[in-house]
């Protein structure tokens, strides 16, 4: 497919999309175009994507800011979330959680989806390295009692598809999802990540971020004093 047709495909996905004329389409994308091509300041992985640049690299074998080059190539903006989501599964082999990770950093960066918005809702994450193995982390996490000496507050409940290292908790207010994810780090070592799903607004992220890193820095120095 010459350069040509594809552009002028582009356009016309866009102008089905937004309602615009073939003309005003067509201004859009070399406008955008125009501006693409000025010097951009580095991408923040960590912002868009909520990891870090090494782990998009090291997972996916692109940097973040490769993968927007392809997918603004590709015509992603005039893409829905699902097929930018596909495309990357199919015809580069991304893993589905990282496809979707980097369809919204795409969707961030281009002003489609606000910071820390998907497609459920709003999400945070919050990471901590411990001195303790994943099953005392486990522990601390599942058993009532011993949360409650680090995180007393929390409204959590583990959820019935939990499964090791990867465990799901149902938060009851506001309702919503929370993921822990556990990673050996050497001996007694691990880290900790923490994201919390299906959030209402903005409003409730900040909280929660807020809420997340006291608490996981209160089970940090517990372990950490052990």
């Known amino acids: 497919m010459t350069t040509q047709k594809a552009f002028k495909q582009r356009v016309r996905a866009r102008a ?74 199919a015809d580069h082999g991304v893993d589905g959680w990282w496809s979707q990770s980097i369809t919204v950093a795409f969707e961030r960066a281009r002003g489609r989806r606000a910071l820390h918005q998907t497609a459920a809702g709003f999400s945070v994450g919050v990471t901590r390295t411990v001195t303790a193995t994943p099953d005392a982390v486990n522990a601390a996490f599942r058993d009532p009692e011993r949360r409650a000496t680090w995180f007393p507050d929390a409204s959590l409940e583990v959820h019935a598809s939990y499964a090791g290292n990867r465990g799901r908790y149902d938060w009851t207010d506001p309702p919503s999802k929370v993921w822990v994810d556990l990673v050996p780090k050497g001996v007694d070592r691990t880290t900790v990540t923490v994201t919390h799903e299906r959030l209402p607004d903005a409003e409730a992220v900040a909280t929660m971020k807020d809420r997340w890193r006291a608490a996981l820095d209160r089970l940090k120095a517990r372990f950490d004093r052990a």
Not at 31 to 42: G, I, L, M, Q, W
Not at 62 to 83: I, N, Y
């Open 16 to 89: 089905a999309r937004t309602g615009e004329s073939y003309t005003a389409a067509r201004a859009q994308l070399i406008r955008k175009a125009d501006a693409s091509s000025a010097p951009t300041p580095p991408i923040d992985t960590k912002l868009l994507a909520g990891v870090s640049e090494e782990a998009v690299l090291d997972r996916t074998g692109r940097p973040l800011a490769e993968w927007f080059g392809l997918l603004d190539a590709w015509g992603a903006e005039s893409r829905t979330h699902t097929e930018i989501a596909r495309w990357l599964v």
